[in-house]
């Protein structure tokens, strides 16, 4: 907690991802939010309690995935992205031999008009905007490599059970999204394949 010269506080959270995920961001505020209002108004926090905690999600996870479940699941993704193959993306210039954590960030925006319309035509093709953008990545992707077994992972919640909507913890999972993209084939007719399978 941080006092400033005007009497005002900030409260300062620093949470490492590895124990929250984005989701847990919204419950945090909500409870930090709740607590706060009982204690300007001299009341006991009403939180529910939770049924589950993130310790019993992780031990039912550790529990369940292994022998045949395990197997089976490994399997499943070792047969569907067995024609997957790292992307050889063009450079401009040459990597060094021992590589670097260094990066940069590019940031920008979609105009108003652009954004309106790929809503639009995600809703015409029967798809979501990421849908669309993502289709849209996956066929950039191609034409810069040539190869048409395209993966993108993507983060998902995996809050599948009703029980750990409501606990903060790290439950993401990483879900690859493979296509097969035709370089016959249009970006209107990909895009409704695409739209159509998902």
Request: hydrophobic residues 35%; contains cysteine; charged residues 20%.
């Amino acid at each position: 907690m941080l006092e400033r010269k005007d009497n005002t506080y900030v409260l300062l959270l620093v949470v490492h991802h590895i124990a929250s995920d984005g989701w847990s961001t919204g419950i945090l505020a909500r409870e930090f939010g709740a607590y706060y209002d009982s204690y300007i108004k001299e009341e006991i926090p009403d939180l529910p309690k939770l049924a589950v905690q993130y310790s019993d999600y992780s031990i039912w996870q550790r529990n369940y995935l292994q022998g045949d479940v395990l197997e089976s699941r490994l399997q499943y993704w070792v047969e569907s992205l067995q024609d997957v193959v790292p992307l050889e993306l063009p450079i401009d210039y040459a990597r060094p031999s021992i590589q670097s954590t260094r990066g940069d960030i590019h940031t920008f925006q979609i105009d108003k008009k652009a954004y309106k319309g790929l809503l639009k035509l995600s809703k015409q093709k029967g798809g979501t905007l990421f849908i669309t953008l993502l289709s849209a990545y996956k066929a950039l992707l191609y034409r810069y490599t040539g190869e048409p077994n395209v993966c993108v992972g993507t983060p998902i919640a995996n809050r599948v059970q009703s029980e750990i909507s409501k606990s903060i913890g790290f439950f993401v999972n990483t879900l690859p999204l493979y296509s097969y993209v035709d370089g016959e084939r249009s970006f209107d007719d990909f895009l409704t394949l695409i739209c159509n399978i998902i």
